[in-house]
C-alpha cells in the first residue's frame, strides 16, 4: 500500500513539473530566463526520481523482512507441529473444528451409555473417529494430564490418541482418534443379524490367532512399559479395531486410568462392560492390571468360540429361555477333551458357507498353521488355557499380560489352569431364567456394588 503510494505521489509531481515546464517555454519563448527556469525543472525532477528510488528500495526491503519474517513463522510453526505428532503430544481442536470435520456430528459409528463416536474429515484431509464423552470424572487439569499421558505412548497395536477438546458447557469433552478403517472385532468373529441387514464377515483361524497376540502385546505395553501404566478397564472386541491388514488395534482410551509405580490397586467408579468386568469390580475390591487381563481373557475366548460369553439361549417365550455362560462350557469341554466342539462352527470344514480369507487381509499367526486354513486343535486348546488362567476369580492367579505374550507365542508352557468356581455367574445371576430378576448381591453384603468410592492406595 505504501509502495502504490509513492508511486503515485512521483508520477504526480513529475507530470506537474512537465506541465510548469511547457507553460513557461509557452509564456516565455527560448529565452535565458526560460533555461533558467528549465533546469531548475529538470533537477526538480532528477530529485524526485530519486527520492523515489530510495522510497521503493526502503519498503522493498521492510516488505522482504516482513514476508521472510511470516515464512519464518509459517516453518516454525510447521515444525513445531510436526514435532508435537512425532513426540506424541494431543492437539487441541476448537470445537469449531470438530463441528465442521463430522458434519455437524451426523457421521454416527457407534453410541454407548456415556459416549458417542462420529467419523470426521480434518482440513488436511486425515480421517478421525470423534469421541464424544458425556458427564465428567475429573476437572480439566486432570483430563489434560490423562490425555497427555495417554497420547504420548505409542505401540503399533494402539489406536494413536491426535488431541482432544473441551468446551464451556459442563460435562463435554472430546477426543479424537486416528481412523481405522475395518471396523471392530466383533463384526469380524460374531455371526451378523440378518434381520438387521448386517454384512456377512468372518475372521479365519490364522488372523483370530494374529489378533490374540496383538491385543496382548498391547496391553503389555500399558501395563509394564509405560511411565505409568495404563489401566484400560473396558478391554472387549468392540474396542478392537482391524487395520487394512486386518492387525489388531486396542481402542478406546476415554475409560483409561493411570496408576502411578508405587501403587498396587486403584478404586474409581464402575466403568466397563458387564461380561467383561472382573469379579473384583464387582465386589469393590479395588482394580488392578490384572482387571485387563481378566476382561482380555473373556474375550479370547469369544475369538475361539465366535459367540458372546453371556447369552440366552431356548426357542419360546422368555419364561422358557435361560441364560448360557461359556466359560463354564468351555471349561467344561476342556475336562472333557472335546475341545474343538467350543470352536465357532464357521471355522470348521463341516460348516456350509465356511470361513474364508479376507479380501486384502494380511499377517499370519504366531502358531502353527496348515496350509489349507484348518483350526488346528493343539492352538484351539492353548488359546482356551491361557483365557481360562486370565479369568481365575483370584487376581494374583492370573498371569500378567507380558507371560500372556509369551505363552501365546510359544516360549513359555502353558499349563492346565485350575478350576475356578466362576462367582460371576452367581454376581450376575446367570443360570436364571430370562424372566428372574437380576440381581447384584456380592458375598460379602456389606459390600456395596456399583457404589464404589475412594480406596487407600497401597504400595507395591
Not at 464387582?282 to 475361539?304: C, N, P, Q, R
Amino acid at each position: 500500500m505504501q509502495l502504490n503510494k509513492a508511486r503515485v505521489l512521483t508520477a504526480a509531481a513529475v507530470a506537474s513539473l512537465l506541465l510548469l515546464l511547457l507553460i513557461l517555454w509557452l509564456c516565455l519563448g527560448i529565452t535565458k530566463a526560460f533555461f533558467i527556469f528549465a533546469g531548475i525543472d529538470s533537477a526538480a525532477i532528477l530529485a524526485i526520481f530519486v527520492w523515489a528510488l530510495l522510497r521503493h528500495s526502503t519498503l522493498d526491503r521492510r516488505l522482504s523482512m516482513a514476508r521472510r519474517k511470516a515464512i519464518e513463522g509459517e516453518q516454525i510453526r510447521l515444525e513445531y507441529s510436526f514435532l508435537r505428532k512425532v513426540a506424541g503430544l494431543p492437539a487441541h481442536f476448537r470445537y469449531e473444528q470438530l463441528e465442521a470435520a463430522t458434519d455437524n456430528f451426523r457421521a454416527v459409528l457407534g453410541r454407548g451409555a456415556s459416549a458417542s463416536v462420529f467419523k470426521g474429515i480434518l482440513d488436511d484431509g486425515t480421517a478421525v473417529a470423534v469421541k464424544r464423552i458425556e458427564g465428567a470424572e475429573h476437572g480439566q487439569r486432570e483430563f489434560r494430564a490423562e490425555v497427555t499421558a495417554i497420547a504420548a505412548v505409542q505401540h503399533v497395536n494402539l489406536v494413536r490418541l491426535l488431541g482432544y477438546c473441551l468446551v464451556p458447557r459442563p460435562g463435554h469433552r472430546y477426543l479424537v482418534y486416528e481412523y481405522i478403517h475395518n471396523g471392530s472385532l466383533d463384526s469380524w468373529i460374531f455371526p451378523a443379524d440378518n434381520r438387521a441387514g448386517g454384512q456377512q464377515r468372518c475372521l479365519p483361524w490364522a488372523m483370530r490367532c494374529q489378533v490374540a497376540v496383538d491385543v496382548a502385546k498391547a496391553l503389555s505395553y500399558l501395563h509394564h512399559d509405560c511411565r505409568a501404566r495404563i489401566l484400560h478397564l473396558d478391554v472387549k472386541p468392540e474396542n478392537i479395531l482391524l487395520d487394512e491388514a486386518l492387525r489388531a488395534c486396542v481402542a478406546d482410551f476415554g475409560l483409561s486410568k493411570l496408576m502411578g509405580k508405587d501403587e498396587s490397586r486403584v478404586v474409581t467408579t464402575v466403568r466397563g462392560t458387564r461380561g467383561y468386568l472382573a469379579p473384583e469390580w464387582l465386589l469393590d475390591a479395588g482394580v488392578t492390571e490384572k482387571s485387563d487381563v481378566y476382561s482380555y481373557g473373556m474375550v479370547l475366548l469369544e475369538i475361539v468360540g465366535g459367540r458372546r460369553n453371556v447369552r440366552l439361549v431356548g426357542e419360546g417365550p422368555a419364561s422358557q429361555r435361560r441364560w448360557s455362560y461359556f466359560p463354564r462350557i468351555v471349561a467344561e469341554k476342556l475336562r472333557e477333551g472335546k475341545i474343538m466342539e467350543v470352536v465357532d462352527g464357521r471355522l470348521l470344514p463341516s460348516h456350509p458357507a465356511g470361513c474364508h480369507h479376507p479380501a486384502g487381509g494380511g499377517g499370519g499367526s504366531s502358531a502353527s498353521q496348515s496350509s489349507t486354513g484348518e483350526v488346528d486343535e493343539e492352538e484351539v486348546r492353548m488359546l482356551v488355557q491361557v483365557a481360562l488362567w486370565c479369568i481365575q476369580e483370584r487376581a494374583e492367579l492370573r498371569p500378567s499380560m507380558a507371560r500372556v505374550v509369551d505363552m501365546l507365542e510359544g516360549r513359555l508352557p502353558v499349563d492346565a489352569p485350575p478350576e475356578t468356581e466362576m462367582i460371576v455367574m452367581d454376581i450376575l445371576s446367570i443360570g436364571q431364567s430370562a424372566s428372574s430378576p437380576r440381581r447384584l448381591e456380592p458375598r460379602n453384603p456389606a459390600v456395596s456394588t456399583y457404589s464404589i468410592s475412594m480406596s487407600v492406595l497401597s504400595p507395591r
